[in-house]
């Protein structure tokens, strides 16, 4: 079991199960989102739709279309309110959702994004260190099916961040 970070686009990860970084109403957004939209094609639109709304902390599966990937995973996360809101245990639970819902699935590899830390606000350190965590956790305590969590970073800074958090996490 492992939890790999790596710097790339989410979209083009072969695994199981793919996580998007989803509104409550399920709908076509900007970022990983807008682009995962994009990639997955026709259909997703709709049976996102007949799943919405989805609360901030929860996560819906729908298949992965025209994806590498044979689910995607929406999973919402907080906004970031400046850190008195409960966003860290909101994000903790988006984290945990998603897993336990691949799981579910007979997902073997998962590949997240940064939830949270784009259109939302949420900073990145912070971010990193409540996702780690629970990833980790997750694999250690949990989980029946999934061998591999993948976070995937969309640029050098972030993957940087999430590289330091993971080995700090690790100490
Ligand atoms: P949120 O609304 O949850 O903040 P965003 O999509 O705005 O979601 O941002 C989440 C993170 O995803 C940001 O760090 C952003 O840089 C990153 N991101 C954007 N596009 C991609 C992509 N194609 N692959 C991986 N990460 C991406």
Not at 31 to 51: M, N, P, S, T, Y
Not at 159 to 168: A, K, P, R
Request: glycine residues 8%.
């Amino acid at each position: 079991m492992a939890i790999e970070i790596i710097k790339g686009d989410l979209v083009t990860m072969q695994v199981d199960a793919i996580v998007n970084a989803a509104n409550e109403q399920l709908t076509e957004g900007g970022g990983v989102c807008g682009a995962i939209f994009q990639a997955a094609g026709e259909g997703l639109a709709e049976e996102c739709a007949e799943q919405a709304p989805c609360p901030p902390g929860e996560a819906r599966i729908t298949h992965g279309f025209d994806l590498p990937s044979k689910f995607l995973i929406h999973a919402v996360g907080p906004v970031w309110e400046g850190g008195r809101s409960h966003e860290a245990t909101v994000l903790a639970d988006a984290y945990r959702y998603s897993l336990l819902v691949a799981d579910a699935n007979h997902c073997k590899s998962i590949a997240f994004p940064a939830i949270s830390t784009g259109i939302y606000g949420y900073p990145s350190v912070m971010a990193s260190e409540v996702a780690l965590k629970v990833c980790k956790q997750f694999l250690q305590r949990q989980s029946e099916s999934i061998e591999t969590i993948y976070v995937v970073l969309f640029s050098e800074d972030d993957y940087q961040i999430w590289q330091e958090s993971w080995t700090h996490l690790n100490r």
